[in-house]
């Protein structure tokens, strides 16, 4: 079984890094962009020269592998793009990780090649003022199809004692929102590496991006949705996939199991008697699973500001 990371950035990967080495011509604002790249795009080059153009600090381009295309033809067209390709099998929080490491600006944003990445518009004074707010998330909104809107408000609720999550399509600015949808948002870095970035122990990506998502609300950041700019994909967006397991088992020790005592978080050991009975990994993965969280909580038990129930009962009410 492998333990709740403690640090950030705590499981090391092997990888090779190729370019990044010439400075951007025109860096316009205190933002970097990490693209992450499925397994191969025609427009590949395309979307790079245009992220180059737009003013970034720094360009981190996530290869799958090295096996499908020419990549040091890349490095020599986009001189400034630093291209990082992973030697071992890693989960998409895993690469987010990795490009969080490599940058230096104050914000981040993620981004995928499987977006109209042709069509983006940003303003790097609109950025700018994104920035000065201080949030940790920004949530851009989503299109498919030209012009239908993705409901990318995630919404929390309790029923029948488990947590739904309603996805809606009012999107006012600074509405908050439970998740960046398919990890697509502007990042502030420091508070990310704060709060530990995503837990590579947590496999599925539903999960693993809600994990971090909700840590950050319960240690007391905020997600924001913005209208300074959107994002639209290239064909369907991608189904999320909440299918319940293991990794769905250690986010609700992470996030749903701890309650807020007075000025901490904690795990009441009554918690493991009623989760036996509902558990599907038996009783000794069960009981070290239990351990194992429990540990993590207390060890971060100061950095609760609240828990889910009060969270849910108070949505909406953040300023």
Known sequence: MNTIPTIFNQRSINR???GGRQRPAQVKMNVSVILINSQGSHLRLKNLEMLDRCGFEKIISMEPNSDNYNLEDFVNKCPSVKFIVPQEDVTTGDLINIGMEEVKSDYVLVLKDSLALSTLRLS?????????????CYVPRIFVDKNQVLPINMIPHVQKGMLKIESVSNMLDNTPTLYPYDFLGLYNRQKFIQLGGFD???ESPYWQN????LRAWLWGENIRITTTFGLSYL????VEDATSNLSQFRFYL???????????????VSTLFRMIPRSACGLVETINQF???????????????????????????EK
């Open 254 to 268: 992470k996030n749903l199991a701890p309650q807020f005592k007075l000025d901490h978080g904690e795990i009441p």
């Open 291 to 317: 351990k194992d969280a429990r540990r993590w909580v207390e060890m971060n038990q100061y950095r609760f500001k609240t828990d889910t129930s009060n969270l849910i009962l108070n949505w909406g009410s």
């Open 210 to 213: 809600l994990d971090l998502a």
């Open 235 to 238: 064909e369907n967006a991608p």
């Open 124 to 136: 790097p004074n609109a950025f700018q003022r994104l920035v000065e707010r201080k949030q940790y």
């Open 200 to 202: 590579y122990t947590i």
């Open 16 to 18: 090779t890094v190729l």
